[in-house]
């Protein structure tokens, strides 16, 4: 079992609706929980964090953790076609040197 | 803003050569690693330092070997490049909040293809 898991895609959303983005991970500890978009050609940039159960909300964007399922998503409101990219889920241990990637997620918003 | 910056964006070698990729991050960011990413696997951890002259194997390090002299400044070395070294390699640094939560900060990546 990979330790992050994402469906590859690609997901293909109409412009303005609801993106849904979701990623497991395997080791019970892990403590911190990433999305990063990457654009093709481009590299990883950090777009949200969330460390405790629930939702947190930034802009269109809102991250979801449930750490008894093991399970992290990521919604994008009002999809732009700005926001086609491949979506990257990341997990790290408090405190730890590793981050660990899943291997992301394409994201098509048809205009 | 945080800039990590890596030398070439494109590099074409020969098997067997002597390849090194450079990295500098100009935030005095402790952490730096290197990955590399391939189609359908992801960002793998190649290595990555904690600090100065340290240094601690990823997940991947076979092939490779890196050198850290300097704080802003992590280079790859991959001793005798193969084929299955063609990929594209980003380099990272990174800071711990105030949560102790890691973020990561990438450079805009080499594409390295050994012919």
């Known amino acids: 079992q990979k330790e992050v898991e994402q469906n590859s895609g690609p997901l293909s959303v109409p412009e303005g609706a609801i993106a849904s983005l979701n990623c497991t991970y395997s080791?019970?500890?892990?403590?911190?929980f990433f999305w990063y978009r990457q654009y093709s050609g481009k590299s990883p940039e950090l777009i949200m964090s969330?460390?405790?159960?629930g939702d947190k909300e930034d802009g269109r964007f809102t991250a979801q953790l449930n750490k008894a399922s093991q399970y992290v998503s990521l919604l994008i409101r009002d999809s732009q076609p700005s926001d086609s990219a491949t979506y990257l889920c990341?997990?790290?241990?408090?405190?730890?040197?590793?981050?660990?990637f899943g291997a992301g997620t394409r994201l098509f918003v048809k205009a | 803003d945080v800039k990590v910056t890596q030398s070439s964006r494109y590099l074409v070698k020969r098997t067997g050569e002597k390849v090194f990729l450079e990295c500098v991050q100009d935030m005095d960011h402790e952490n730096m690693f290197w990955y590399r990413q391939d189609p359908g696997l992801g960002l793998r951890l190649i290595y990555f330092s904690y600090d100065v002259k340290m240094k601690e194997k990823g997940d991947i390090p076979e092939g490779y070997s890196v050198s850290r002299e300097k704080k802003e400044r992590f280079s790859l070395i991959l001793e005798s490049a193969s084929t299955n070294q063609t990929s594209m390699y980003l380099c990272?640094?990174?800071?711990?909040?105030?949560?102790?939560?890691?973020?990561?900060?990438f450079g805009s990546g080499t594409q390295l293809s050994v012919l």
């Open positions: 080791d019970r500890v892990s403590q911190s």
């Open positions: 990341a997990v790290n241990m408090n405190g730890g040197f590793k981050t660990i």
């Open positions: 990272a640094s990174s800071f711990w909040d105030e949560g102790a939560n890691e973020k990561l900060f």
């Open positions: 969330i460390y405790s159960n």
